[in-house]
């Protein structure tokens, strides 16, 4: 399973709201400058998130986009959800679709375990969370206070 860049670039928009102080709208021009993000492809991405609740577009002079819930009330996991739709690692898991080898399937279950682990960290990871591990805009990522290339998982 691969994450794909359109959650990525929601992840890092919402990290770079929370960074405001709370209600303090930003334009989607200088979120795409700061998180190095095609403006079009943000704009796309956060129509997403504000229609599922995550965010709030507001119109005219000083508008822009702001966070519709505490940092510490928004979930990787909605995040996720609100760009791709329901979680689902396998064919089989997924919502809407029967799969034929469900029962008694070895593959089935573990995918299974695998995708409740993943919805698990996903669901308990918040923005606020993100926000602490996050490096400010040039510096790259952190894992644990030390600058790498992937952001390891939330561990409490």
Do not use: N, W
């Not at 002079?61 to 739709?85: R, S, Y």
């Not at 490096?135 to 600058?147: D, E, K, N, T, W």
């Amino acid at each position: 399973m691969q994450i794909t860049r359109a959650v990525e670039y929601g992840a890092m928009g919402l990290i770079c709201l929370a960074r405001r102080g709370p209600g303090e709208t930003v334009l989607l021009e200088e979120i795409s400058q700061e998180e190095s993000i095609p403006a079009s492809f943000l704009g796309k991405i956060f129509q997403q998130m504000s229609r599922a609740g995550l965010v709030r577009s507001i119109r005219g002079t000083g508008g822009g986009v702001t966070l519709a819930k505490a940092p510490e009330q928004i979930t990787l996991l909605e995040i996720f959800e609100a760009i791709e739709g329901p979680m689902a690692l396998q064919r089989c898991l997924a919502p809407t679709v029967t799969c034929e080898r469900q029962e008694g399937c070895a593959l089935c279950g573990v995918f299974e375990q695998a995708q409740d682990q993943v919805k698990e960290v996903f669901g308990r990871t918040t923005v606020a969370d993100l926000l602490k591990r996050h490096a400010a805009p040039g510096q790259g990522h952190r894992r644990g206070g030390a600058a790498v290339g992937k952001l390891s998982p939330v561990v409490e």
